[in-house]
């Protein structure tokens, strides 16, 4: 069912680390599996930002910002 | 992944073997939107206002670029040359919405639909018998593994439309959290992984 996975050596500095621990930890994730998150978000935001689309955030005046990503 | 999944034959009572896979292509939503539109809008046709399916304006083929997106899955089952049901999932951009697991990461089904002659109102409508059952109970069990697998811990939420609030809610044993003003108020649904375990 699960499909072959491959290993790999990430370098991070504390700081990276810390904030992966806190996040692992507030979204009950294990730090692969946030990882891969991140991977899957970054490609699906990469791919309509390139088709044309744009990223906004909306704060809670309804004011849009924005968000670019390079 | 490709596994064998039982479905039931309504006429005989009798279960069959079918696939079940997530390597779906371009040809597999081209091929389930040239068996199913036709009979869709055959018997919408023939139906009063509100027993009319929801989904005759789907498009399966038009999600061909999502295909390539690592958030994105695309579950179909098929039995000899009839792919039954099909379902998207998303991995990324929803998270749960009930108090005791708010915010937390879940399995999204985007679209979920069974081929129209396993649908009884439709077939009904056309003078004939549904012809499999459990098409959608499997598709609900691979979203629910495939949370399991992605660390999510079973939990899975979706938007339901009305016709199909009893299959998640009774059959399923899907919490239904409250309609969502966002996306035509449909009825946002959710597994907590104690229900998703008994599924």
């Not at chain 1, 990882?35 to 899957?40: C, G, N």
Request: one cysteine or more; glycine letters at 4%; charged letters at 30%.
């Amino acid at each position: 069912m699960t499909p072959q996975k491959k290993t790999m050596t990430l370098n991070l500095t504390d700081q990276e680390m810390r904030v992966l621990d806190e996040l692992s930890e507030q979204k009950d994730l294990s730090k692969t599996a946030l990882l891969r998150q991140a991977l899957r978000l970054y490609q699906m935001v990469d791919a309509r930002l390139a088709r044309g689309e744009k990223l906004f955030f909306e704060d809670d005046q309804k004011a849009k910002a924005e968000l670019m990503v390079l | 992944m490709r596994v064998p999944v039982k479905l039931v034959e309504k006429a005989s009572g009798q279960f069959v073997d079918a696939e079940l896979f997530d390597e779906v292509t371009e040809e597999h939503l081209l091929l389930a939107e040239e068996q199913w539109r036709p009979m869709i809008r055959e018997a919408r046709r023939k139906l009063p206002p509100e027993l009319r399916p929801r989904n005759a304006h789907w498009d399966w083929t038009s999600k061909d670029r999502e295909l390539a997106l690592l958030a994105n899955t695309f579950y179909a089952i098929q039995l000899a040359d009839k792919i039954e049901g099909l379902m998207k999932v998303e991995t990324v951009g929803h998270v749960c919405r009930l108090p005791e697991q708010s915010r937390k990461e879940l399995v999204y089904i985007d679209y979920v639909e069974t081929a129209p002659w396993n649908i009884k109102v439709l077939m009904n409508a056309l003078g004939e018998q549904p012809k499999y059952a459990l098409v959608g109970t499997r598709l609900i069990e691979a979203a629910v593994r495939q949370s399991f697998e992605e660390g999510f811990k079973g939990r899975v939420g979706l938007h339901a439309v009305p016709t199909s609030h009893d299959f998640y809610i009774k059959v399923c044993g899907m919490t239904p959290v409250a309609p969502d003003p966002n996306k035509e108020n449909l009825l946002w649904c959710e597994f907590t992984p104690e229900q998703a375990a008994k599924l």
